[in-house]
């Protein structure tokens, strides 16, 4: 079952990798499937190492790094898709965050200290990484939508899509970066107590 766990982590690499691509090549329903399936992979290997417990450091690692490129390959090409202020800033921020944290962790790591990512079902990390995906999805599938639209497939679901998707995945979108920040606050605590084991 570990094998399995490592292989979906694995996968949504790829998936992170394969999904700028379909970006440049305007594969639009190729890149929200793609993002779809790794999206399901990431709550699916959490939820098998859970129900197995076959949780180990070399699947903690990979599944962290599936979710991170997953997420922040996608969201780098939003900005070329969509360069506007109100995707591209938050995105400037999302990444940042990783990137500082990211930082705190290295630190800490030379010093022989562990900074594990939060164990909760619900931490703020978590509710993060799925808001980000849902704005993303949300994007993703208004993008493919608008792009195969003609006036001879046009109805009213096809309008109502185009009109609401866009507005979930700016609001999905800032949420996730109001939960960036207050996570990144959280990890700065967690931080400052564990400087205290530094002599």
């Given at each position: 079952m570990k094998i399995l766990v490592n292989l979906l982590s694995i996968f949504r690499i790829l998936v992170a990798f394969a999904i700028i691509f379909t970006i440049m090549f305007n594969l639009p329903w190729i890149t929200f499937l793609l993002f779809t399936l790794g999206a399901i992979s990431d709550w699916f290997d959490g939820f098998l190492a859970?129900?197995?417990n076959c949780c180990s450091k070399?699947?903690?690692?990979?599944?962290?790094?599936?979710?991170?490129?997953?997420?922040?390959?996608?969201l780098i090409m939003l900005t070329l898709m969509g360069?506007?202020?109100?995707?591209?800033?938050?995105?400037?921020?999302?990444?940042?965050?990783e990137l500082y944290i990211s930082g705190l962790r290295e630190f800490l790591g030379t010093q022989k200290i562990e900074m594990p990512v939060p164990k909760a079902r619900f931490s703020m990390g978590k509710i993060?990484?799925?808001?980000?995906?849902?704005?993303?999805?949300?994007?993703?599938?208004?993008?493919?939508?608008?792009?195969s639209v003609t006036?001879?497939?046009?109805?009213?679901?096809?309008?109502?899509l185009i009109y609401i998707l866009p507005k979930i995945g700016i609001f999905s979108l800032w949420m996730a970066l109001v939960a960036s920040i207050w996570s990144a606050i959280q990890y700065t605590f967690t931080f400052a107590q564990k400087l205290k084991k530094i002599k």
């Open positions: 859970r129900k197995y070399l699947g903690g690692v990979l599944d962290h790094i599936g979710d991170k490129l997953l997420v922040c390959n996608t360069p506007v202020w109100y995707i591209v800033i938050p995105v400037i921020f999302m990444i940042a965050r993060k990484t799925t808001i980000q995906m849902i704005a993303i999805t949300a994007f993703l599938l208004w993008f493919a939508i608008f792009a006036p001879e497939t046009t109805n009213r679901i096809i309008f109502y």
